[in-house]
């Protein structure tokens, strides 16, 4: 089964993750922007940070037989600081314009502030004005309210929604974002923090039929996370009596669905990977 990794933050992984993930049947990811560990205090480390994860990273990860994309922001986490916001959107036109850049994110929530809606508010319409894809955070905490809100600014801006990956939904948030929004709805798989495959494996069942606009992702930051998330979801879900063609879909054709609505998207699913000895620093 061939896989694509829709939302996975590389940047905090090792090469051990990327042969393991090629290993595995993962052939291709997107790394959206997110919060380095600390808050940054300048501009030009932003920029510096989405030059990496456009060029190096894709470089990094062609080595090892896995097709690398990424999705420019100013993330959530950090969207209290808006003069720094408004210095770094001022200046992130030319990295939502690499040819690497499959979308703009991950915005949206984290504290659910008036600071992080005026940083999603922005981008979107920074977005709409590129027409490009966007993925959406929802919060950790107080899901509910942070779907309410997001979808308040998507709709207030205007967006199409068929163009939002609306990610990190748990089971009091993903019926909403399936049912009354026409968003891709993202499904998170983390060890203790997110949902388990277990968790996704009850979801699905929940949700029948209506399969076609849901993704699951592994992220894999900096927290306990798992790099392989996909592959135990498989494992799970097929044991659990889910069928093959339904289970593809959630790990490899709803991904590539959403991410094909951008003319960039042109994953190589068969790179073979380098040997190592040949690497060129």
């Not at 979801?233 to 593809?248: A, C, L, P, R, T």
Request: hydrophobic share 35%; aromatic share 10%; net charge negative.
């Amino acid at each position: 089964m061939i896989i694509i990794e829709p939302h996975i933050h590389m940047y905090s992984r090792t090469t051990n993750d990327y042969q393991a993930m090629q290993a595995a049947g993962i052939r291709a990811c997107v790394e959206p922007s997110f919060w380095l560990g600390s808050d940054r205090r300048y501009a030009g480390t932003f920029f510096d940070y989405f030059r990496l994860v456009l060029e190096f990273e894709t470089v990094r990860a062609r080595r090892f037989g896995i097709d690398h994309y990424a999705a420019i922001a100013y993330n959530p986490k950090e969207a209290e600081n808006t003069p720094l916001v408004d210095e770094v959107l001022a200046g992130m036109g030319e990295y939502l314009d690499h040819e690497r850049c499959v979308a703009l994110g991950e915005i949206g929530f984290n504290n659910i502030t008036d600071a992080e809606e005026y940083a999603f508010r922005r981008q979107l319409e920074m977005a709409a004005e590129r027409d490009m894809l966007v993925i959406v955070h929802l919060p950790h905490l107080n899901k509910p309210e942070g779907i309410k809100r997001s979808m308040k600014v998507i709709r207030e801006v205007g967006y199409d929604e068929s163009k939002i990956y609306l990610d990190h939904n748990v089971e009091e948030t993903i019926e909403q974002a399936v049912n009354e929004t026409g968003c891709y709805c993202g499904l998170t798989v983390y060890p203790i923090s997110k949902l388990t495959p277990e968790r996704v494996s009850s979801i699905m069942r929940k949700l029948g039929d209506d399969s076609n606009r849901v993704i699951v992702s592994g992220s894999a930051d900096w927290g306990i996370s798992d790099p392989l998330s996909l592959i135990k979801v498989i494992e799970f879900m097929k044991n659990d009596g889910h069928d093959d063609e339904m289970i593809q879909r959630l790990v490899m054709g709803n991904a590539n669905a959403f991410y094909s609505q951008c003319p960039r998207w042109k994953p190589e699913l068969d790179i073979e990977p380098m040997d190592p000895r040949q690497f060129q620093r």
